[in-house]
T-cell receptor, first 117, second 111 residues
Framework: GAVVSQHPSRVICKSGTSVKIECRSL??????MFWYRQFPKKSLMLMAT?????????EQGVEKDKFLINHASLTLSTLTVTSAHPEDSSFYIC?????????????FGPGTRLTVT | GNSVTQMEGPVTLSEEAFLTINCTYT??????LFWYVQYPGEGLQLLLK?????DKGSNKGFEATYRKETTSFHLEKGSVQVSDSAVYFC??????????FGSGTQLTVLP
């Protein structure tokens, strides 16, 4: 199947700093990428939908100025957590959707564990 | 809107036991249905899928049948292994291709 990578896999940062997480589709073009947040022992919460070349669409309750999403190419989307606080500590997962509209399958990255101290 | 209701966990089974994890959904139109598996500390992996009514998805001994009449997509495996221990998520994708996830079911298989 298609492969999505995330970098870094783990990051620890101090409160008030910003952290960038990269999501790459390695062997397919992803016109759409999704960013999820997962709390311990909880399901995935969709944060935003990112379409290549356009602004991301954020879910209700997600602060767009805090979680900056850029989808500059068909293989790369980035999530920047700005002015991070301990409550932003979480597992962040991205997924890519193939450009072919016949495909409904999202391919998930391995996730990034963010810890804000 | 779309929603997925999944059997609450955790589920603990002995090796070689039969597994069923119930999943029902509410959706407009004709969604595609999925089961994803998440191993500790990892992202999600697609386990199986079904894109239309009466389709049966299968993989690694797991099966699920898309039942439109009961709006269900229950996951089954005849004989679980310790290596099947993970969290299982039922999900649907509507016309916008966004996934709606169930709450996840933690499965632990004991030797």
């Amino acid at each position: 199947g298609a492969v999505v990578s995330q970098h870094p896999s783990r990051v620890i940062c101090k409160s008030g700093t910003s952290v960038k997480i990269e999501c790459r589709s390695l062997d397919f073009q992803a016109t759409t990428m999704f960013w999820y947040r997962q709390f311990p022992k909880k399901s995935l919460m969709l944060m935003a939908t990112s379409n290549e070349g356009s602004k991301a669409t954020y879910e209700q309750g997600v602060e767009k100025d805090k979680f900056l999403i850029n989808h500059a190419s068909l293989t790369l989307s980035t999530l920047t957590v700005t002015s991070a606080h301990p409550e932003d500590s979480s597992f962040y997962i991205c997924s890519g959707l193939a450009a072919d509209p016949r495909h409904y399958e999202q391919y998930f990255g391995p996730g990034t564990r963010l810890t804000v101290t | 809107g779309n929603s997925v209701t999944q059997m609450e966990g955790p589920v603990t089974l002995s090796e070689e036991a039969f597994l069923t994890i119930n999943c029902t959904y509410t959706a407009t139109g004709y969604p595609s249905l999925f089961w994803y598996v998440q191993y500790p500390g990892e992202g999600l992996q697609l386990l199986l899928k079904a894109t239309k009514a009466d389709d049966k998805g299968s993989n690694k001994g797991f099966e699920a049948t898309y039942r439109k009449e009961t709006t269900s997509f229950h996951l089954e495996k005849g004989s679980v292994q310790v290596s099947d221990s993970a969290v299982y998520f039922c999900a649907l994708a509507g016309s916008a291709r966004q996934l709606t996830f169930g709450s996840g079911t933690q499965l632990t298989v004991l030797p």
